[in-house]
């Protein structure tokens, strides 16, 4: 596109061209965050179309950018790191991408995906990474920025609602458990714009791969119901998508882990303008994208 431009990065990562384009437009409010997915870091040998070590050289370059543009939050989207040998390898994986992501000078979020989860508990998980504020340590939660509700679903559960824990489920077969659904109800229950945070899939058009939550039906009923959820991200899907449903966007972003460097990475800044239009700027294999609002007006109106 004609907005875009090189921009050469440079602090060990020689060589690596970033495609780059910026979002900041200078408007006080506007919510911004970085966004990324599906890391998969891990010290093995690549297979197919992933990457796996690349991704900290990936993730790397998408902290630079975020720190140069300064949004107001960065926040993956799960699938962080992928599986070592043992639990322990595996959290040596953890921790390294842990530490790059936490290069960012702000505050940063962790969505939970099932990989997070391959020969390790989510408790460990959680122990090993760090949310901003009272955030911190929880697996479902919700802060607020500049008047836009966030929401961060976590739907690594088995049918019988118990946690995912070091791979006793099928990656196929993901619930949010009633506790969430409640907690979850309540939260939307407010007359602030809203968006979702998710790692498996609410978009039901994307069945076919195996990637849908479950219980996606009885999730979407509760975002629905108030009018006010403007949007869905989610990961998962390395090929990404995009739907437009009840009133809801749904944004699956493309897998960071997926093709090999120079010329592969996927990672975006997004901008919530004050009228709630959502623009993408992506970079590298993650498209640009523009979703527009229905025309509720500006923040603080009654919806």
Same mark, same amino acid.
């Given at each position: 596109m004609d907005r875009?431009? /090189?921009?050469?990065?440079?602090? &060990?990562?020689?060589?690596?061209?970033?495609?780059?384009?910026?979002?900041?437009? &200078?408007?006080?409010?506007?919510?911004?965050?970085?966004?990324?997915?599906?890391?998969? /870091?891990?010290?093995? $040998?690549?297979?197919?179309? !992933?990457?796996? $070590?690349?991704?900290?050289?990936?993730?790397?370059?998408?902290?630079?950018?975020?720190? *140069?543009?300064k949004p107001d939050f960065v926040i993956e989207l799960g699938d962080f790191k992928d599986m070592g040998k043992t639990g322990e390898e595996t959290l040596a994986f953890l921790d390294e991408i842990e530490t790059e992501y936490q290069t960012f000078k702000g505050?940063?979020?962790?969505?939970?995906?099932?990989?997070?989860?391959?020969?390790?508990?989510?408790?460990?998980f959680l122990q090993h990474t760090a949310n901003a504020g009272a955030a911190k340590g929880k697996n479902y939660y919700s802060f607020t920025v500049k008047k836009v509700?966030?929401?961060?679903?976590?739907?690594?559960?088995?049918e019988d609602s118990s946690d995912y824990d070091s791979g006793n489920f099928d990656w196929t077969k993901a619930y949010i458990p009633r506790r969430q659904l409640d907690w979850l109800t309540k939260e939307l229950d407010t007359r602030q714009p809203v968006v979702v945070f998710i790692h498996q899939?609410?978009?039901?058009t994307q069945r076919q791969h195996g990637t849908v939550v479950g219980n996606a039906e009885e999730v979407i009923a509760a975002l629905e119901k108030n009018g006010n959820v403007l949007a869905v991200f989610q990961g998962h899907h390395h090929a990404g998508s995009y739907n437009f449903s009840g009133g809801i966007h749904y944004f699956t972003m493309k897998g960071m882990i997926e093709g090999a460097l120079p010329d592969n990475n996927s990672f975006a800044m997004v901008e919530i303008t004050p009228s709630r239009d959502i623009v993408?700027?992506? /970079?590298?294999?993650? $498209?640009? !994208? *523009?979703l527009r609002s229905l025309g509720f007006g500006v923040w603080g109106l009654s919806f």
């Open positions: 875009r431009q /090189f921009l050469k990065v440079s602090q &060990g990562i020689a060589g690596l061209i970033i495609l780059h384009g910026c979002v900041n437009r &200078g408007n006080a409010s506007s919510v911004r965050f970085g966004l990324v997915t599906d890391s998969h /870091f891990a010290r093995r $040998e690549a297979a197919g179309s !992933r990457f796996y $070590e690349q991704s900290l050289d990936k993730m790397r370059a998408a902290m630079m950018v975020f720190n *140069e543009q505050d940063v979020y962790h969505v939970l995906g099932n990989h997070d989860e391959d020969n390790i508990s989510k408790a460990s509700k966030f929401i961060v679903l976590d739907a690594n559960y088995n899939l609410l978009d039901l993408i700027d992506g /970079f590298y294999n993650c $498209e640009d !994208r *523009e």
